[in-house]
């Protein structure tokens, strides 16, 4: 073994272009940054939707309409589901916990009950939000409909 027969281990070297090393590594000079101009010099950011000059896409398409930023916003689940649910569990009531153990419901989601379908017996039922035609299909297969 002797000086020249060395060389680093597999892996420990990357291949990269090693830029602003001098004019005769070919990347020296402007260091691949080009002549003048912000992007050349050294600090230069670009503001976030900057293109360049040219009018951001933010700004070229049209805004209309207006965005509550009070809106309450619910998700819902249909009876025949909660009719599904009590069939395949047995339940005398359903709530929003029960709902959120067996995936019908994210966990911090307002749930709102809509009027979809009929339940087969009379059953407590426990939500944020009702609907009107849920509320008369509750009550009228003898349930009770509570709102949180």
Do not use: C, W
Not at 36 to 48: D, E, V
Not at 50 to 73: C, D, H, Y
Not at 90 to 103: E, F, S
Not at 104 to 110: G, I, P, R
């Amino acid at each position: 073994m002797d000086l020249s027969s060395l060389k680093p281990a597999a892996g420990s070297t990357k291949n990269r272009k090693r830029i602003g090393r001098g004019q005769g590594s070919g990347r020296g000079g402007t260091s691949t940054r080009g002549h003048k101009g912000a992007k050349s010099r050294s600090g230069y950011h670009a503001k976030k939707g900057f293109e360049g000059g040219q009018m951001p896409l933010v700004r070229r398409i049209p805004k209309f309409g207006f965005t509550s930023p009070n809106r309450v916003e619910y998700q819902a689940i249909n009876l025949d589901t909660i009719q599904e649910l009590v069939e395949r569990l047995n339940l005398p009531t359903v709530d929003v916990d029960v709902l959120k153990q067996n995936g019908l419901v994210s966990k911090n989601n307002l749930v709102k009950v809509l009027g979809r379908g009929e339940l087969k017996g009379p059953l407590e039922v426990s939500a944020h939000a009702f609907s009107a035609a849920s509320i008369e299909a509750i009550e009228k297969a003898g349930g009770k409909a509570i709102v949180l």
